[in-house]
């Protein structure tokens, strides 16, 4: 099992979905950037497309998304017409592109009207090259019901990720995310009859008033129910950067030793129960692609956390939606409103990001080879002396080896991943400390 070393986990790092990561995002970059990175984009290249819905039917205060709640139909109406705008305008720019998957995230997607969700995978297969794309979406069991599930069925999707986060209803109510156990089994049901073939849970350990007990109780209770795949994530709290975590009580929060014992039993309990560990927090089914991914050395990191998307563009639409090109990374504007305003006035509403260097496609594809592979060769890479100095402790516990310039990784680095690539990110000696706990 995983060893404990605190001093290596004592420093904050990114997630890594992307390098750069978003804290190093600036308003350099406009709807100008956006019009020269698809006028790049190679239409025989599978590209993937993300869609945010920024609604949920009702907020949790654990979570950091960028999401409002769905109390008013005008502006979901809105909202959802102001989509529709934007893939018009990238139809005109991208229309021949050939999509090989699509994600709809948020918020919660089913926070709209199955009958908009529906008419929105229609507008997608008309705009682009839709020939047979993987369709997968986020949905919060609370409300799920037969209408959207039947929905789901008839568009093609065929992975769903359902929010759980815990069954202890103990810690539930204490992060403002009531749900009993009965919603996600009726959401389970309800998508394996309509025929969606991946099911995922969000876990959550680290949250207040949890504790190995009821870690071990949710994980057994939500490897019952039979999900294909598993992420299993740390709870952020940076009440600083996100108000509506001050609701949750910081006191009753696990310190960093019980956090990590928590994360280690959920790798203990499914690896045990034949999921595949991918990466450092997902696990799936040995028959599901993501752990086929992980075994094949084709394993990506996105937005999405782990992927088997092998797609080297990915355009996200909607507010605050990221598009990742190997020349940049582009976000467009988070407020809602605002966002509806740029497209509605016949541009693209990118309002943030940065242009991608040399340098940084380098250490990018290294941090990646990390995360994914436990691997990477750093050969390109000028200042790798000062990389290997950086990396000594964790040579020193067992957790790293060098092979000439090649970085290996032990078996039970898996928790110190992030902080190991961290000595490859040129931005975090002088970035400003916005993230939570490396576990």
């Known amino acids: 099992m995983w060893s404990y070393h605190p001093e290596l986990l004592a420093r904050a790092v990114p997630r890594y979905t992307s390098y750069p990561t978003a ?3 600036g308003d350099t970059v406009g709807p100008r950037d956006m ?10 290249a599978p590209v993937s497309l993300y869609l945010h819905i920024p609604y949920c039917r009702s907020i949790c205060w654990y979570c950091g998304c ?23 305008l ?3 720019r991208v229309g021949d592109v050939r999509i090989g998957s699509i994600a709809f995230g948020g918020g919660s997607p089913n926070a709209i009207a199955p009958a908009l969700f529906e008419a929105l995978v229609a507008h997608l297969r008309r705009a682009f090259r839709c020939e047979a794309p993987v369709l997968s979406i986020e949905i919060d069991p609370r409300g799920f019901d037969a209408d959207w599930a039947a929905v789901l069925g008839a568009t093609g999707v065929s992975r769903v990720s359902l929010g759980v986060q815990t069954l202890d209803v103990q810690v539930q109510a204490a992060i403002g995310r009531v749900q009993p156990v009965a919603d996600i089994q009726r959401s389970v049901t309800l998508l394996r009859a309509v025929g969606v073939a991946s099911i995922n849970f969000d876990l959550m350990y680290g949250l207040p008033g949890q504790t190995e007990a009821s870690v071990l109780a949710t994980l057994r209770d939500s490897i ?12 952020a709290h940076v009440p600083a950067l996100v108000p509506r ?9 696990a310190d960093a030793e019980a956090r990590f014992a928590q994360a280690a039993l959920a790798y203990e309990v499914l690896t045990d129960a034949g999921y595949v560990a991918v990466g450092f927090d997902h696990f799936a089914r040995p028959d599901d692609a993501l752990a086929r991914a992980s075994v094949t050395g084709t394993l990506r990191r996105n937005f999405q956390g782990f992927t088997a998307d092998p797609a080297q563009t990915l355009i996200g639409l909607g507010a605050s939606a990221i598009s990742d090109f190997p020349g940049a990374l582009l976000q467009n504007e988070k407020n809602s409103g605002r966002y509806g305003m740029r497209i509605d006035a016949g541009g693209f509403a990118t309002a943030r990001g940065l242009r991608r260097t040399t340098e940084d496609r380098v250490r990018g594809r290294a941090i990646e080879s990390i995360l994914t592979r436990g691997i990477a060769d750093l050969t390109a890479i000028a200042d790798i002396d000062a990389i290997r100095a950086q990396l ?5 516990h067992g957790l790293v080896a060098w092979q000439g310039t090649v970085l290996h990784l032990a078996t039970d680095a898996l928790p110190y991943a992030r902080t190991i690539a961290s000595a490859l990110d040129l931005y975090r000696p002088t970035a400003p ?7």
């Open 23 to 25: 804290a190093e995002f």
């Open 35 to 44: 019009a020269d990175a698809l006028a790049g984009v190679d239409p025989d």
């Open 66 to 88: 960028n999401t409002g709640a769905a109390n008013r139909t005008g502006r979901l109406e809105a909202y959802m017409t102001a989509l529709d705008t934007e893939i018009a």
């Open 90 to 92: 990238l139809t005109e």
């Open 224 to 235: 019952a129910m039979g999900p294909d795949r598993l992420a299993v994530f740390g709870y």
């Open 245 to 253: 975590q001050r609701r949750i009580d910081a006191t009753a929060l």
């Open 392 to 396: 000594l402790a964790f040579e020193h």
């Open 433 to 439: 400390g916005r993230f939570s706990s490396a576990v």
